[in-house]
Structures are given as C-alpha cells and as structure tokens.
C-alpha cells in the first residue's frame, strides 16, 4: 500500500539557519504531493503541494519539489524564523482529483530558536 | 478561505460513556468530510469518509459500531465514540474537501482537532 516516510524530530535549528526536511514515499499510481503545517494549539494547513513530476510547490518561503526518480519531496527553506516553530507532514493523495485520501507521514516537529 | 471547526478542543470522559465530536464547514458546503486519528508520535490514520446523506465508508480495521460518524448536512458531520475506553484516548481530526476548480488536487481543510482522554 502507499505509505509516507519522513525524518523523525525534533529539529531544532538556530534562527535564519538552512531547513530540510526529508520525505519520501511509496505509492501504486501517480500521486500529488503535499506539505501540511501544523503550529501549536491549531489545526492542520496545507503548505505546499506538487502534483506531477518537477513540480515544485512554494509558499511561505518554503519550497518543495516532486522527484519521480527517487520518489521524494523534501521540504526546504533558506532562513526559517521562530514563526516557523510547528509540526511539519508530508502527505499523499494515490486518487485522482476527485478522491482526497490522503496518507501522511508521522510528522516533523521543528523548533527555531531566536 | 474554507475554515473547518471542531469541536470540543478538549474531552474527558469517564469509561463505558460516549462522546460526541462535532465537525463543522462554516463557510462552505462540505459533501465529504474525513475523519482521522492520531496517536502520540505517530501519524494521522484515516478512519473513515462521511458522505452527506449517506453511510460513512470506513478503512479496514475501524470499528464502525464503535466509531459511529452522521453527516446530516452538508455542513456537519459526527464522530460518536461509543462506549469509550482508556485504548481510544487519541486526537480525532476531521477534514473536508475543498474544491479549488481546474485541474490539479483539490485540499483539504482540517478542523483544529479534539482530544479525547478516557479515564
């Protein structure tokens, strides 16, 4: 079945310093891929999404871009922020644009310190 | 933009009692809504898809009598956690879908999430 993987956190990193965050999936068909943000007391919020192959989705800084090859979407920013401080998922959509199942990795906790 | 609203935040609950969660589109029609899980540390599981006006369709290995979800309306739907024990304390999310038009995935938008803690 499709299933997400992403690096385990916490992450602390200082402010202005470079993020990545790794995720790779599995998945039967061709699906779109997302980054869901979610900070602290609130609900989930899609990020970024890329729904074919070199899409790269951006938003807020943060880019990520769909890699068929190696079946990765790695999220990126050059200088994150304190603001930035929330839990990060990757997700998975294997539907097509009228289903939204999503399948998300376990998440990633970031902290940025000032 | 589409806000979805859950609520309550926060349950307490004595074990063998049921709770109710409310998942609400407050500016938008929702004809699907999601429902997940969530245990510590781990990702969110799909539970199951409420249908408006029709049965929920569940993922393999939920319990449908346990987890009783209604989609009454288009802007609500229920998740009952029916006889509730200290197994499903977790963190219940709900989503629904947002059509953004044209190609390309449509979104989800999630509620804030309830935690239930079963005593």
């Known amino acids: 079945g499709d299933s997400v993987t992403q690096m385990e956190g916490p992450v602390t990193l200082s402010e202005e310093a470079c993020l990545t965050i790794n995720c790779t999936y599995t998945a039967t068909g061709y699906p779109s891929l997302f980054w869901y943000v979610q900070y602290p007391g609130e609900g989930l919020q899609l990020l970024l999404k890329?729904?074919?192959?070199?899409d790269k989705g951006s938003n807020k800084g943060f880019e990520a871009t769909y890699r068929k090859e190696t079946t990765s979407f790695h999220l990126e920013k050059g200088s994150v922020q304190v603001s930035d401080s929330a839990v990060y998922f990757c997700a998975l959509s294997d539907r097509n644009n009228a289903g939204n199942m999503l399948t998300f990795g376990g998440g990633t906790r970031l902290m940025v310190k000032p | 933009g589409a806000v979805v609203s859950q609520h309550p935040s926060w349950v307490i609950c004595k074990s063998g009692t049921s709770v109710k969660i409310e998942c609400r589109s407050l500016d938008f029609q929702a004809t699907t809504m999601f429902w997940y899980r969530q245990f510590p540390k781990q990702s969110l599981m799909l539970m199951a898809t409420s249908n408006e006006g029709s049965k929920a369709t569940y993922e393999q290995g939920v319990e449908k009598d346990k987890f009783l979800i209604n989609h009454a309306s288009l802007t609500l739907s229920t998740l009952t956690v029916t006889s509730a024990h200290p197994e499903d304390s977790s963190f219940y999310i709900c989503?629904?879908?947002?059509?953004?038009?044209?190609?390309?995935?449509?979104?989800?938008?999630f509620g804030a999430g309830s935690r239930l803690t079963v005593l």
């Open positions: 890329a729904t074919k192959a070199d």
């Open positions: 989503s629904a879908r947002v059509r953004t038009g044209g190609s390309g995935a449509n979104v989800l938008t």
